[in-house]
Every structure is written in C-alpha cells, then in structure tokens.
C-alpha cells in the first residue's frame, strides 16, 4: 500500500467546514483513498472513499486532485462530536492479501466551541 | 445489526498466562483481522484472514495465534502474555471484492477489548 502524509493535528471552530489534506504522491492507479476515523479510542469507523472522481456522501466529502498524488477530506460543518483521528489509507482495490487496511498515525481533529 | 462484537471488552493478564480474544461478526463478510494499537499510535494489523479457512500474518504477528473457526468467527490467542502485548485490540471485518464492480468494501470495526499484562 501507498505511503500517505497527514498532518498530525488541526484545529477546527464549531459550526466552519474541516478541510484535512492528505498526501499519496506514489499512489498506483489501482489504489483507492478511504478515510476512517477514531472517536477517543473507539473502533475506526469507516468515512468515505475513492478512487479519482470526488465522492460525498451524507458524512462528508472526498475531494482528489486530478494527479490523484493528493486528497481532501472536507466535514462541512463540523461540530463537536467530529472531533477525532482522521486516517487516511490508500489500498489497493483487490487482490488476496491487499484488502488488509494499513493505518498511519492520521489527523487530530479538534473542533472548538 | 450488531455488527462487530468483541469479547472480552477488559482484561488484565499475569505475564506468562494465556487468553483467547473473541470475535464475531454477523454481516456474512468473507474478510476478518485484528489490529492492536498501543499509544498514541495507529492500528497495526496483527493478522487476517481473506476467507473462513485461511489466515495470514500480518504486521505483527510474533506472540499471537488466531482461528477462523467459521465465517462469522475469527478469534485470536495469546499462548504465553508478556507485558509488551499490552495494548487494545481491534477486529474488523468487510466483504470480499469480487472484482466485478466498481465498488470497494469498507471495514468495520468493534469496539476494542483493551488488555493489560503485568
């Protein structure tokens, strides 16, 4: 699986859309980008994902740059409860052993009152 | 739904006992694993298994054993705890992607069974 970048904490005011960037410069064409997130040490829960056309969904939006080396998770209007870890994983799209979900350290969201 | 559910949620374990945690999911999913994420870090799969019947190392599979006893089982056991598995373990599950849609599956997750080995 692809490397990916995130920066390890942003803030966030109540009520204003997120926007955490992720970076996947050596993505192959075969690897989709998912987003999951931790809520304080729960389960990751699963957000979004794609593959090079920008996806939404009624959690969030999945914006990726045309170069597809780049991605933007955007939480429109974020509110306390969305602050988390975001993670963002690139995977390949099938084969055997590739369904395996390889976790960085990811995104600290905290979204202030 | 219940989705993924772990047991046991707690655990601590004398160094040099062995336990067995379960997993079980009910989404007729092909696909399980287990994570382990210790602090302040992300999860790190420990092993998995693509279909009922096979599993594989993961990550960071030294100290562990698991089972895929049915396609809704997936358990995975300490034979002999130390104080570094301390960690909370994570199961998920998806299904598997057949290849004929555009479709990618998505992970879910329990909630976590934390162990403590001292």
Known sequence: DAKTTQPPSMDCAEGRAANLPCNHSTISGNEYVYWYRQIHSQGPQYIIHGLKNNETNEMASLIITEDRKSSTLILPHATLRDTAVYYCIVRVRRGGSNYKLTFGKGTLLTVNP | ?118
């Open chain 2, 1 to 118: 739904n219940a989705g993924v559910t772990q047991t046991p949620k707690f655990q601590v374990l004398k160094t040099g006992q062995s336990m067995t945690l379960q997993c079980a999911q009910d989404m007729n999913h092909n696909s399980m694993y287990w994570y382990r994420q210790d602090p302040g870090m992300g999860l790190r799969l420990i092993y998995y298994s693509a279909s009922e019947g096979t599993t594989d190392k993961g990550e960071v599979p030294n100290g562990y054993n698991v089972s895929r006893l049915n396609k809704r089982e997936f358990s995975l056991r300490l034979e002999s705890a130390a104080p570094s598995q301390t960690s909370v373990y994570f199961c998920a599950s998806s299904e598997e992607e057949t290849g004929y849609t555009n479709r990618a599956p998505e992970a879910f997750f329990g909630q976590g069974t934390r162990l403590t080995v001292v």
